[in-house]
């Protein structure tokens, strides 16, 4: 039975599986997407590339992240000034 537990928890934790999910200006929607994301029955990593959203995207991400932070990752786009 402890053998099952383990195997039950790996599945649970682990994936071999990224979505990732390309935003800008998706304030409105990104915490139900990535929740309904998660809510999945086979998990998954959730990589997030913010294109320098300007309405506070990647804030409501970085919060997310402290609730899945094994599994939400956030790249920014980097902003050439040159």
Not at 31 to 53: C, G, P
Request: proline share 4%; charged share 20%; glycine share 2%.
């Amino acid at each position: 039975m402890y053998i099952c537990f383990l195997t039950y928890i790996y599945y649970l934790f682990m994936s071999d599986s990224l979505v990732i999910i390309p935003t800008y200006n998706e304030k409105e929607n990104i915490e139900a997407i990535i929740r309904a994301t998660f809510n999945q029955r086979k998990a998954f990593h959730i990589l997030i590339v913010d294109d320098n959203s300007p309405d506070g995207t990647s804030e409501i991400v970085k919060n997310l992240i402290t609730e899945f932070p094994k599994q939400l990752f956030l790249e920014k786009e980097l902003v050439n000034t040159a």
